[in-house]
């Protein structure tokens, strides 16, 4: 699967994964449950902009249906769900978003995308080495449904933004994911 990211994801993080994946599926649920809330999230903060208010709608549930999803295999592993640990690589995407109306919300839009294309490559190479047919299933389909969640977000950067505006940020945007995740420990988690 193709993505925009200018770092791939190490092998040990995939190690790191397969040697502790009950932690990265604990890890996992909670992402979307989050991912949820972002969408959500953008819902209260321009409830006057119907193109991302219905398209936010259709989002919200879709990863909120993924929480189902997780916590359903969680639950089928007997394994007990934990609270929510802070997402150092979100956190510092966030740190990084402009102030400023127009600002915030380009960045809003443009970081939507890139914490997506990071979980589509991820689920990706997840999905490659899982040895469940059932699992490896699941995380192919999971990592389609992120790369259209990162390309959905730069739709809605194109439908409220100039190409100009949005390119230039973006080239930002990448080279900052890029310096996060090649300074994060590695963890069996998401990001």
């Not at 040990?12 to 994964?17: I, K, S, T």
């Not at 604990?26 to 959500?40: F, G, M, P, Q, R």
């Not at 007990?80 to 956190?91: C, G, L, M, S």
Request: net charge negative; aromatic share 10%.
């Amino acid at each position: 699967m193709s993505h925009p990211l200018k770092v791939d994801s190490s092998e040990l993080w995939l190690e790191r994964v397969m040697d502790n994946f009950d932690d990265f599926l604990i890890d996992h649920a909670n992402n979307e449950k989050k991912a949820s809330a972002v969408a959500l999230s953008l819902m209260a903060h321009y409830p006057d902009k119907p193109k991302l208010l219905e398209t936010m709608m259709d989002l919200a549930l879709e990863e909120l249906h993924h929480y189902r999803q997780v916590l359903k295999i969680i639950l089928s592993r007997k394994i007990t769900p934990t609270a929510d640990e802070k997402d150092a690589y979100v956190n510092k995407i966030i740190k990084r978003v402009r102030r400023g109306t127009e600002f915030y919300f380009l960045d809003r839009l443009l970081t939507a995308a890139i914490i997506e294309a990071r979980g589509a490559e991820r689920f990706s190479l997840l999905a490659n080495r899982l040895e469940s047919p059932e699992l490896s299933e699941f995380y192919s389909e999971l990592a389609i449904s992120e790369q259209n969640h990162y390309l959905l977000f730069l739709e809605l950067a194109q439908h409220y933004f100039s190409q100009t505006q949005i390119d230039q940020r973006w080239q930002e945007w990448l080279n900052i994911e890029a310096e996060i995740i090649s300074n994060l420990p590695i963890r069996a988690r998401l990001h």
